[in-house]
Structure formats: C-alpha cells, structure tokens
C-alpha cells in the first residue's frame, strides 16, 4: 500500500489543473505581453486567476502579484517592504518559528542591510505571546511578520489579534503574514483583519510548483526585488508563468469548494490518528491538537528512535512522511521550532511529522498506525542507549 502523508512539503494536483496546466503549455502558449490573438488568450488567463484569487481573499484583483513561490512572495514582501519604507524606521519583528523563507531573508536584512529584527519568542504550543509584541513594538518599527501556521507542528499563530496591536500601536506598520500553510485551509480575507500583505504558494493546494502570489494592499510602499521588462507593474518583473498561474487559479478555486467539509474530514482523521499514537507509548505530539491548531498536520516524538531511521523504515513500507520542513533541505537537521518550544531533548531528533489533505483516508491511517506499531518496538531495541 502507497501511502503520501507528507502534503505539508508538497501536495498531487488536482488532475483538473494538470489538464489545465498542460493545454496551457501546448497549446495556449502566447506570450502574455505580445499584442497578437495567442498573447492576448495567455493574458487572459493572468486576469482570469488574479480575479479568482482575489475573489477568495475579498480584496481587488490589481493587489495580487505573481511569483515563483511561498519563498520569493517572503522575500519581496520583506525586502521589498523594508527597503521602500526604511526612512521611516529600520525595526522589523518576527517570530523565532517562522519559515525559512522568513528567517533567513530577516538575517540578511539585519547583517547586510543594518536592519534591527526581534525575533519572538514563543510558548510551548508555538504560538508568540501577544504582550511580548506590544513590548516589542517602538517608533522605528516599520514591520512586522506572522506566519498564518506554522508548517512544521501545526500552530496557528493569533493574528488576528496581533494585527489589532500593531495597528492601535501604529497604523503605518506594515504587517506582513506567510498564509503558505493557512491558505487552502483558512478563510483568510486580509482587509477585514488589516493584514497589508500575504504569501501563497500553488503546490500546497493541489496546483503546480514554482508558482505562488503575494498580495499586497494598494496603500503599501514596496521596490521590486527582480528587474526587467517592467511586467506586473514593474512590482514582478520577468514573462508570467501563465501555465502555473492558470493552475494555481484553479487549485484556489477547487480547495476551496466545500471547505469546511474537507478541513473537517481532515480534522477528524488527525484525532483519529493521535488517538491510535497513544497505543504506542513513550511518544509525544508537539504543539495543540484542539480546534487551534491546523487541520493537517501532526508532529509526533518517539522516544528512543532517530527520526531519520523512522522515516526510511516508513518509506519502505510505502509510506511517505517527513523530517522537518523539506523545503529547508533534504538533509534533517535538529529542528529550530522544536527548539523554540522545548520540546524535551530525547524528542528533538525522534520527530516526524505527518501532514494529511482532502485525500487522505481512514485505510491509510489504519495502515500507517499498523506499521509504527510493528516497527517502533523493533527499532527502540536495536537503538544505541
């Protein structure tokens, strides 16, 4: 038996937008910017996507900006924003869980660029501590970033309520959220909540990879990071990717029809499956598991055992999980997030984390339990103490 539950790095696509992708490719292939009938149809599909995306998030579709991903949307909206507001203030704020994408573009701004970042803190569920901002916050701060959920053990972070702080401390502070884990399972509309930018990548929501978008609110100064031939308002420079645009309009359109019912199905096996953990023994679920937590993921501790000789045991029986955030490296390192949230050190390199979609089934979590039962005991007693 096949089993993927590793749809936190990468999810299938949907076999309607690999259909979509595809005549796209081959046979709409126009230039965007060419004025000619094929240019004219490949343009259409950009406007076709920005309106359905922007019809999601209840914003204006001129706010939606093309990129290559979750971690060029990071690093546009930071960069792009820092730079462009910088006589204002040189004080970004994030939080020590954040993407990569986040904390290493946040290492360049502060040891390249002489940008002051505070890194955040967090409790033990992840989540950063809403008084600890407000200390945070001063007159040179300019920006603050919030991941939407944290793609590593599940924690969504309160941002709404940490929007509200910031702009009651400032209305000028831009606030920047990395949606990567949070759009496709959250209705996330960001005026209504104040949130001036967001990243989204396409192949988290069962559409292609190397295409995502950032929003951002008209009001926001922002400088483009890539130059060129002045496309996207000068914002994203470079040809549109109109096939993996195409497909990551109508990924966003299909995740979220029946939203509600999938993350609700997807809920229901997440407790199922941490229920059936408790058989086990001696392992830990890191983070919340309640209604506060993420509908897909499940980072999970088994004492005695090294992540990395778990997840191979695991892939040879079919089953598919991960180490940490793949996008990082396919290399596992001891995780930075676990860290974060103390995580016992007998657990810090004895975690996998196990992330479901709409298509994952009961059978699959059956068959993966059965496997971590009958392997565990066998590794725990072969296992150097």
């Known amino acids: 038996m096949e089993v993927y539950l590793d749809n936190s790095a990468t999810t299938m696509c949907y076999p309607e937008v690999g259909e979509l992708v595809y005549k796209v490719m081959c046979r709409d292939y126009g230039n965007p910017s060419s004025l000619y009938r094929k240019g004219v149809e490949a343009e259409h599909y950009i406007r076709g996507a920005k309106e359905t995306i922007a019809k999601l998030l209840k914003v204006n579709a001129k706010e939606i900006f093309f990129t290559s991903g979750g971690t060029e949307s990071d690093n546009l909206a930071l960069i792009g924003c820092a730079k462009a507001n910088r006589r204002r203030g040189n004080h970004l704020i994030t939080s020590a869980v954040e993407h990569s994408a986040i904390l290493n573009t946040m290492r ?6 002489g940008f002051r970042v505070t890194y955040l803190p967090v409790d033990e569920a992840g989540r950063i ?20 959920v944290n793609n590593e053990v599940g924690t969504v972070q309160p ?21 990567v884990q949070g759009f496709g399972k959250y209705r996330i509309h960001p005026k209504r909540m104040g949130i001036d930018l967001l990243s989204a990548s396409g192949h988290k929501i069962h559409g292609p990879k190397g295409v995502g ?13 890539i130059f060129g031939g002045g496309q996207q308002k000068d914002i994203r420079s470079g040809t549109e990717n109109v096939p993996g645009i195409a497909g990551l309009g109508l990924a966003s359109e299909m995740i979220y029809q029946d ?41 999970v501790g088994f004492r005695g055992v090294r992540s990395e000789v778990l997840l191979h045991t695991l892939e040879d029986k079919g089953i598919c999980v991960s180490a940490g955030s793949a ?12 860290k974060a949230i103390g995580v016992p050190r ?9 992330s479901m979609s709409e298509f994952t089934t009961k059978e699959e979590i059956d068959y993966t339990l059965e496997t971590l039962y009958n392997c565990i005991p066998m590794l725990r007693k072969f296992t150097r103490r």
């Not at 360049?108 to 660029?113: F, I, N, S, V």
């Not at 499956?273 to 980072?299: C, N, W």
């Not at 990082?328 to 390192?333: C, L, T």
Request: hydrophobic share 40%; aromatic share 8%.
């Open 159 to 179: 941002v709404q309520n940490a929007v509200q702080i910031v702009k009651r401390y400032n209305p000028s502070i831009l606030f920047h959220t990395d949606a």
């Open 327 to 338: 996008c990082a490296s396919n290399h596992p390192a001891v995780s930075g997030v676990l």
């Open 346 to 354: 007998e657990y810090l390199d004895a975690t996998l984390r196990f």
């Open 259 to 299: 939203l509600e019912m999938k993350t609700a199905l997807m809920r229901e096996l997440k407790a199922y499956f941490i229920q059936g953990l408790d058989e086990i023994g001696d392992t830990k679920v890191h983070g919340l598991t309640d209604e506060e937590s993420a509908p897909h993921i499940v980072s």
């Open 129 to 148: 501590r809403l008084e600890e901002l407000r200390e945070a916050l001063c007159p040179e701060t300019i920006l603050v970033s919030i991941m939407y």
């Open 108 to 113: 360049y701004l502060e040891e390249e660029e």
């Open 213 to 225: 978008f950032l929003y951002i609110d008209s009001r926001v100064k922002i400088q483009p990071i």
